[in-house]
C-alpha cells in the first residue's frame, strides 16, 4: 500500500492559519484523491483545494442545537463543499442578524460561566454524511480535537468505521476548563474521562512538540510523536536575513500570526513599553501581520502610537517580509489561562522566526514549551519577566548589539534546517501513517 486514503477531521487546508499551514506541509504530495476532510461550518471559510479537493462540511443534519435555540441559531447545510465557495461563507451559512448576535454575544457566554454550555448541542453522524464516509472508504482517520463535541463526534467516526486511527494533539485544550464555574468540576471530571477514552481508542498519537509529549506521557500514559510545522527550506533561504545593521531611529518589530486567546495582553504589554521608548531617542515600529479576525485586539492595539496593523498578504509574501524586519516577535500572555493553554504549544511560526534569521526576541513564561525550546538552543532572546522595564531593556539590548543579533540568528537557522526540514519531517510523517495501515492490513 504506497498511499493510504486517509480521512481528515477538524482542520481544513488553507494558507493564512497556523494549523492549516501545518497540515498543509505535512501532507504535501499525498494523491489529491486519496484525501478528503471532514469539519465545522467556521473551519471551511478560505479553504484551499491545491491538496485536497474534498470536505464535507458538519451542518444542522449532524450538529444540531436544543430548542429553542434551533429557532435562532445561524442554520448551515450538511454536504460536500464545492470550489466556488471557498473563498465566502460555507455551505448556505445563515446569518440572522440580531437575534443571532444575542445568542453568540450574551446567551452562550452565560451558559459556559454557569457550566451548561455543553448541553446546548446534539452532534451524530447523519444518515448523508455515513453514506458519503461509506463512499469514499477511507483506510486511516488522522483526527484532531479542540473541545468536548469534537473529542465526541471523532469517537463516533471511529466507532462507525473502524479503521486505524491517529490524533495529533495541537494545543493543550483541556487544561483551560478550570472549576470556578457551576457544574466546573463536574464537566472537568466528564471531559477528562471522554478524552482518556478517545486516546485509548486511537492507535497512534501525535503531538506538536517535545515538550507536550512528555507531559501527556505522565498525564495520559501514551507515546507521543511530535510534529511540528515542517517548513519548505528552498522557499525561504533566498530571504533569509544577512545584513545586521540597524539605526534606533528607524527599527521595525514584527510580530507574525494569530491574536486573542493567550496572545492579546503581551502583545499590548510590549506595544505600551514600546511607546514609552520612543519618547526618548528611539522610532521603533510594532508591525502586527495577523489573518485573525479579532477586532476587539486589533481595536486595542491600535490605541499605542508604535502599532502598524499590516494588510492581509498572501503567505507566499510572509518570507520576505519576516527577513525585512529588524526584530521578530513572539509573545504569549502570562496569565494562568494563558500559560494553561500555551504551556506545552509550539507555534506554526516559531520555525518559519527561526529560517527567516531575523533575531528572535521571545516574550513568553518560562514554562511554556517555546520559551524554554528557545533558551535551550540559544536561538533567541528569552524575557519570561512580566515586566515593563525588562521589555525595554530586552529590546534595547538587542538593538545595541548587532553580534549578538548576528549569533543567535545563525542558530536558529542552524537548528530550522536540522529539525524542521519539510522532506525529512514529511516524509517521516507520511510513513508513520503508511506504516499504520500496512501494519492493520498484516494483522488481518
Not at 477538524?10 to 494558507?15: D, E, G, K, L, M
Not at 448523508?128 to 480535537?145: M, R, T
Request: aromatic fraction near 12%; hydrophobic fraction near 40%.
Amino acid at each position: 500500500m504506497s498511499f493510504p486514503k486517509v480521512l481528515i477531521y477538524h482542520q481544513t487546508f488553507n494558507n493564512f492559519s497556523g494549523g492549516g499551514i501545518t497540515l498543509s506541509n505535512l501532507f504535501k504530495g499525498w494523491p489529491i484523491d486519496r484525501i478528503a476532510v471532514v469539519s465545522r461550518v467556521e473551519m471551511m471559510d478560505g479553504v484551499s483545494f491545491e491538496i485536497c479537493n474534498t470536505y464535507y462540511q458538519i451542518g444542522k443534519e449532524e450538529d444540531r442545537y436544543i430548542f429553542p435555540l434551533n429557532l435562532i441559531q445561524r442554520e448551515s447545510q450538511s454536504g460536500l463543499l464545492t470550489h466556488a465557495l471557498a473563498g465566502g461563507l460555507p455551505l448556505s451559512s445563515q446569518r440572522l442578524g440580531l437575534r443571532s448576535k444575542l445568542v453568540d454575544q450574551f446567551f452562550f457566554p452565560v451558559m459556559n460561566w454557569l457550566g451548561l454550555f455543553h448541553l446546548l448541542s446534539r452532534i451524530s453522524l447523519s444518515q448523508k454524511l455515513k453514506d458519503w464516509l461509506d463512499e469514499f472508504k477511507p483506510d486511516i482517520l488522522y483526527l484532531q480535537a479542540d473541545n468536548r463535541n469534537s473529542v465526541l463526534f471523532v469517537t463516533k467516526l471511529c466507532e462507525y468505521l473502524n479503521i486505524p486511527s491517529v490524533i495529533h494533539i495541537m494545543d493543550d485544550w483541556p487544561s483551560k476548563k478550570t472549576s470556578k464555574r457551576f457544574f466546573g468540576k463536574l464537566w472537568i471530571k466528564k471531559i477528562d474521562k471522554e478524552y482518556r477514552e478517545l486516546l485509548n481508542m486511537v492507535d497512534l498519537h501525535f503531538s506538536i512538540c517535545d515538550a507536550m509529549s512528555v507531559e501527556y506521557k505522565k498525564r495520559y500514559n501514551k507515546s507521543f510523536i511530535a510534529f511540528h510545522n515542517p517548513i519548505e527550506i528552498d522557499k525561504w533561504l533566498p530571504y533569509t536575513k544577512s545584513d545586521f545593521s540597524l539605526h534606533q531611529k528607524d527599527v521595525t518589530i514584527l510580530y507574525t500570526g494569530r491574536i486573542g486567546l493567550g496572545i492579546t495582553d503581551s502583545l499590548l504589554e510590549v506595544a505600551a513599553a514600546i511607546d514609552q521608548m520612543n519618547e526618548t531617542d528611539f522610532n521603533i515600529k510594532l508591525h502586527i501581520q495577523t489573518p485573525s479576525k479579532q477586532q476587539k485586539t486589533t481595536d486595542l492595539l491600535q490605541n499605542f502610537k508604535c502599532v502598524v496593523i499590516n494588510p492581509f498578504v498572501d503567505y507566499s509574501k510572509i518570507p520576505e517580509i519576516t527577513s525585512k524586519a529588524d526584530i521578530l516577535l513572539l509573545a504569549n500572555d502570562f496569565s494562568k489561562e494563558g500559560i494553561d493553554f500555551l504551556r506545552f504549544s509550539m507555534p506554526t511560526k516559531a520555525s518559519e522566526y527561526m529560517i527567516s534569521g531575523t533575531p528572535v526576541l521571545v516574550y513568553a513564561s518560562a514554562e511554556t514549551a517555546v520559551s524554554k525550546f528557545f533558551k535551550e538552543h540559544e536561538c533567541g532572546y528569552c524575557l519570561t519577566q512580566q515586566n515593563s522595564e525588562q521589555i525595554i531593556k530586552a529590546i534595547q539590548f538587542m538593538i545595541d548589539n548587532e553580534e549578538y543579533r548576528k549569533r543567535i540568528s545563525q542558530k536558529a537557522i542552524e537548528i530550522a534546517k536540522e529539525r524542521f526540514n519539510s522532506e525529512q519531517v514529511r516524509n517521516k510523517f507520511q510513513q508513520q501513517l503508511k506504516n499504520l495501515c500496512n501494519l492493520e492490513a498484516s494483522l488481518n
